[in-house]
T-cell receptor
């Protein structure tokens, strides 16, 4: 079974500073995708960034970037120049590449609650 | 609508009662997903619809849980004889095709279910 582990239940960062959220996953698959979703107090999950396992280059979206270490099965999220609006729950997720069986569900970690201190 | 809409936003019920949770996906989105988020837990996959059919019901925790989708649009998640352990936030998401692994899911704001 695929599992996703987020070892930091809570993190905090000063405004304008950089913070890294960790995520590890366990899989026997070689082809898959990894995602980070943000859940603000409104509860509505929002996609932050995604990474394809076969791509060695780390994905970047503005202030958000990942450090993908495939051999170590690690997928950390770095938030640069943290803003008050970044305060939320962050979920790491994993998805096996679709095959003949079709769609596979996203498997989520338990989340990390990020606080941003003004 | 502009986004995924879920109703009600909050639901309080008594143990043993049946509840229905509604999800209205983004217009035109083929795939629809239900997830459950319990306190301190991640999101637990419940069921997935492609159009009106549900090829993957593997996540439904018991036969008290059922879901349907009509007209390729609105979906209803029904929980019969609710138990206290059913208390959670039930999140619905949709995606345009359900055919791409990296396809972005669009989530609703969920229904907070409290079973007393």
């Amino acid at each position: 079974a695929q599992t996703v582990t987020q070892s930091q239940p809570e993190m905090s960062v000063q405004e304008a500073e950089t913070v890294t959220l960790s995520c590890t996953y366990d899989t026997s698959e070689s082809d898959y995708y990894l995602f980070w979703y943000k859940q603000p107090p409104s509860r509505q999950m929002i996609l932050v960034i995604r990474q394809e396992a076969y791509k060695q280059q780390n994905a970047t979206e503005n202030r958000f970037s990942v450090n993908f270490q495939k051999a170590a099965k690690s997928f950390s999220l770095k938030i640069s120049d943290s803003q008050l609006g970044d305060a939320a729950m962050y979920f790491c997720a994993y998805r096996i590449t679709f095959g003949f069986s079709g769609n596979t569900p996203l498997v989520f970690g338990k989340g990390t609650r990020l606080s941003v201190i003004a | 609508g502009a986004g995924v809409s879920q109703s009600p936003s909050n639901k309080v019920t008594e143990k043993g009662k049946d509840v229905e949770l509604r999800c209205d996906p983004i217009s035109g989105h083929t795939a629809l997903y239900w997830y459950r988020q319990s306190l301190g837990q991640g999101l637990e996959f419940l069921i997935y619809f492609q159009g009106n059919s549900a090829p993957d019901k593997s996540g439904l925790p018991s036969d008290r849980f059922s879901a349907e989708r009509t007209g390729g649009s609105v979906s209803t998640l029904t929980i019969q004889r609710t138990q206290q352990e059913d208390s959670a936030v039930y999140l619905c998401a949709s995606s345009p095709t359900g055919g791409l692994t990296n396809e972005k899911l669009f989530f609703g704001s969920g229904t907070q279910l409290s079973v007393l």
